[in-house]
């Protein structure tokens, strides 16, 4: 069955210094990967996805997360934390041939100052 | 482009009593939308998924006749808590993709958080 792995349900970085985000994955041939954000209350904003283009994605806000299938993971990442980045983060993957969502656990991001 | 809203955006009832939540397609014509459950600090549950016309199919463990789903044109959803019960609370969020654009992305709407009393 397909999956999503969040490996972190809490990440603390301190303003300034870069952000990781993990996600794995398993699924059939060519997902489509995600990552969204989820401010407190809010709904879901869309930061990037990966659609079989370049491995590579950036996003807004300065995210960016690269899609390796040798190690079915797509991590998210930037290289400074702002205080306003702190939320929720969600990655989504959508098997190939589905339009189904499959969310991951979440990371609570939280940025120190 | 690509918008979706619900309303109400925040609803507290009274223990029995029904809610309906909206969720609009904006500018484009969602031929299938979905709706999803989310429990403080936890992940978005897929409740059901509704296509335009047709009856919704429900995920596994989801009470039909306790939520009821009508998807009546292409740019309307509404979900129906029916009987209201303080378990019940939670962010209701929907979702809406149109077949054949924007490679099939959902558009998600920014939830509805409802109280039960």
């Known amino acids: 069955a397909q999956s999503v792995t969040q490996l972190d349900s809490h990440v603390s970085v301190s303003e300034g210094t870069p952000v990781l985000l993990r996600c794995n994955y398993s699924?059939?041939?060519?997902?489509?990967l995600f990552w969204y954000v989820q401010h407190p209350n809010k709904g879901l904003q869309l930061l990037l996805k990966?659609?079989?283009?370049?491995?590579l994605v950036k996003g807004i806000n300065g995210f960016e997360a690269e899609f390796k299938k040798s190690e079915t993971s797509f991590h998210l990442t930037k290289p400074s934390a702002h205080m306003s980045d702190a939320a929720e983060y969600f990655c989504?993957?959508?098997?190939?041939?589905?339009?189904?969502?499959?969310f991951g656990t979440g990371t609570r991001l939280k940025v120190l100052a | 482009g690509a918008v979706v809203s619900q309303h109400p955006s925040r609803v507290i009832c009274k223990s029995g009593t029904s809610v309906k939540i909206e969720c609009r397609s904006l500018?484009?014509?969602?031929?299938?939308m979905f709706w999803y459950r989310q429990f403080p600090k936890q992940s978005l549950m897929l409740m059901a998924t509704?296509?335009?016309?047709?009856?919704?199919?429900?995920e596994q463990g989801v009470e039909k006749d306790k939520f009821l789903i009508n998807h009546a044109s292409l740019t309307l959803s509404t979900l129906t808590v029916t009987s209201a019960h303080p378990e019940d609370s939670s962010f209701y969020i929907c979702?809406?993709?149109?077949?054949?654009?924007?490679?099939?992305?959902?558009?998600f709407g920014p939830g509805t958080r409802l109280t039960v009393l």
């Open positions: 979702s809406a993709r149109s077949r054949g654009l924007w490679d099939n992305e959902q558009f």
């Open positions: 699924s059939s041939y060519s997902p489509s």
């Open positions: 990966y659609t079989s283009a370049a491995t």
């Open positions: 989504v993957v959508r098997p190939s041939g589905t339009y189904k969502y499959i």
């Open positions: 500018d484009f014509q969602a031929t299938t």
């Open positions: 509704s296509n335009e016309g047709s009856k919704a199919t429900y």
